[in-house]
């Protein structure tokens, strides 16, 4: 069975640049989480899907961030327009149904520079 | 911000045992002990994750103290392979719970 997987592994973008991260999670999960670390910083949760919907974005540092999740599959994560404090590692990550907690499977993520 | 502390660092010798502690006084009747680790450049991994009762799976054994402060991850058998830092995270078990990662242990195994 395939893992999260996530694209690209890296990007590197000068700042004002927009950039869209794709997460794919595992099939049949509908769950889906972004979460992202910063240079020095702790993983800190973005948001959560459920299938489609946005579950919870509370973490979502502004409104240069935008997710979505086409027909509750894969996500997309768009930085628009980037900005240097945004370089870090995102993850994603997926669980089954509606159980929470049990166990996130998480991408090997996606390393973002800016410039 | 993450509610359990754990040590900062610690080294283990290859083939022995790695204990991990974690600190979670704060924790609620209905939140869970969940630990995780991050190999370098990898994602994390969820390990193993208990209520009130030891547990134990493949990777490791989980010992939650009787009063719940306090908690125990036991990696019976370090290899090379287990040096990664390790998070303890309380959690609810309720569909959309995020996990709130702290600074987590640098476990080094040695050989």
């Known amino acids: 069975e395939a893992g999260v997987t996530q694209f690209p592994s890296h990007s590197v973008i000068e700042k004002g640049q927009t950039v869209t991260l794709r997460c794919d999670p595992i099939?049949?999960?509908?769950?889906l989480y972004w979460y992202r670390r910063v240079m020095g910083k702790e993983i800190k949760f973005l948001l959560h899907?459920?299938?489609?919907?946005?579950?919870?974005e509370s973490g979502m540092p502004n409104n240069r961030f935008l997710a979505e999740r086409t027909g509750g599959t894969y996500s997309t994560l768009k930085v628009q327009p980037a900005e240097l404090e945004d370089s870090g590692v995102y993850f994603c990550?997926?669980?089954?149904?509606?159980?929470?907690?049990?166990?996130?499977?998480f991408g090997p993520g996606t390393r973002l520079t800016v410039l | 911000d993450a509610k359990t502390t754990q040590p900062p660092s610690m080294d283990c010798a290859e083939g022995r045992a790695a204990n991990l502690p974690c600190n979670h006084s704060?924790?609620?009747?209905?939140?869970?002990v969940y630990w995780y680790r991050q190999i370098h450049s990898q994602g994390p991994q969820y390990i193993i994750h208990?209520?009130?009762n030891n547990e134990t799976n493949e990777m490791a054994s989980l010992i939650i103290t009787e009063d719940r402060k306090s908690s125990t991850l036991i990696l019976p058998h370090a290899t090379l392979r287990d040096t990664a830092v390790y998070y303890c995270?309380?959690?609810?078990?309720?569909?959309?719970?995020?996990?709130?990662f702290g600074g987590g242990t640098r476990v080094l195994v040695k050989p």
């Open positions: 704060t924790i609620s009747g209905n939140e869970y």
């Open positions: 099939s049949g999960h509908d769950n």
């Open positions: 208990g209520l009130k």
């Open positions: 990550a997926s669980s089954q149904g509606d159980r929470g907690l049990d166990e996130q499977f």
């Open positions: 995270i309380e959690g609810v078990k309720a569909a959309g719970n995020k996990l709130t």
């Open positions: 899907f459920v299938k489609e919907s946005k579950q919870d």
